[in-house]
């Protein structure tokens, strides 16, 4: 089992750039989420998916953040344009069921100058 | 909607002292509750988790938690603690799968 995938783990842009972050689950896993973690913020969740389907987006925290789930294996989150204050960890994560807890990626670290 | 309340910011023990982080929760139905850790610099790892039944939990690396329901409490427990335990410890609930955690706690473990 690889674990959930997170590309890339790294990335630096300059502002106003588009950028995407990209997700696999585990296999079988049919719940992803996004989170997004700082220093002042914690790790707050941003979006999740069950069976491919977004079911809360609450935490995005605005249009310029979109998140899709084309099919079961693969996720990305979308900036488009990318500020300075969007710099912080992204993590994506799965589970099979609520009571399973979840599954963390080793996270993108993006950076936006 | 579901919250968590870490109340230690920042912990610092010397190595072989005991541990207790706290952590309370607010949310008015059946909650799932999780301990995370986070080494630096590293993703989140599941350290325990909480469903139903006993409520004093075992986890890995000698770590337990005791859920006390009248309280809204999930607090993490160590009798002593490694320099390796130093990391950010993370309280979580889960109602309606949409995980909330708490601020973290981290822990700083003197040799």
């Known amino acids: 089992d690889a674990g959930v995938i997170q590309s890339p783990r790294h990335e630096v842009t300059e502002m106003g750039q588009e950028v995407t972050l990209r997700c696999k689950p585990i296999?079988?896993?049919?719940?992803l989420f996004w989170y997004r973690q700082t220093m002042m913020r914690g790790l707050e969740l941003l979006i999740y998916?069950?069976?491919?389907?977004?079911?809360?987006d609450s935490g995005m925290p605005e249009d310029r953040f979109s998140a899709k789930m084309p099919n079961a294996s693969f996720s990305t989150l979308k900036i488009q344009p990318s500020e300075p204050r969007d710099s912080a960890v992204y993590f994506c994560?799965?589970?099979?069921?609520?009571?399973?807890?979840?599954?963390f990626g080793s996270g993108t670290r993006l950076t936006v100058v | 909607a579901q919250s968590v309340s870490q109340h230690n910011h920042h912990v610092i023990l010397s190595e072989a002292a005991s541990l207790e982080l706290g952590c309370n929760y607010s949310?008015?139905?059946?909650?799932?509750l999780f301990w995370y850790v986070q080494y630096p610099g590293q993703h989140l790892q599941l350290l325990l988790k909480?469903?139903?039944?006993?409520?004093l939990v075992k986890g890995i690396k000698g770590f337990e938690a005791e859920f006390i329901k009248s309280k809204f409490s999930f607090n993490l427990r160590k009798p002593s603690v490694q320099w390796s335990d130093t990391a950010e410890y993370f309280c979580?609930?889960?109602?309606?799968?949409?995980?909330?955690f708490g601020a973290g706690t981290r822990l700083t473990v003197k040799p």
């Open positions: 994560a799965s589970n099979r069921d609520r009571l399973y807890g979840y599954t």
């Open positions: 296999s079988g896993h049919n719940s």
């Open positions: 998916f069950n069976n491919n389907v977004p079911i809360d």
């Open positions: 949310y008015g139905g059946t909650v799932n």
């Open positions: 909480y469903f139903s039944g006993d409520p």
């Open positions: 979580a609930v889960n109602g309606n799968n949409d995980m909330r």
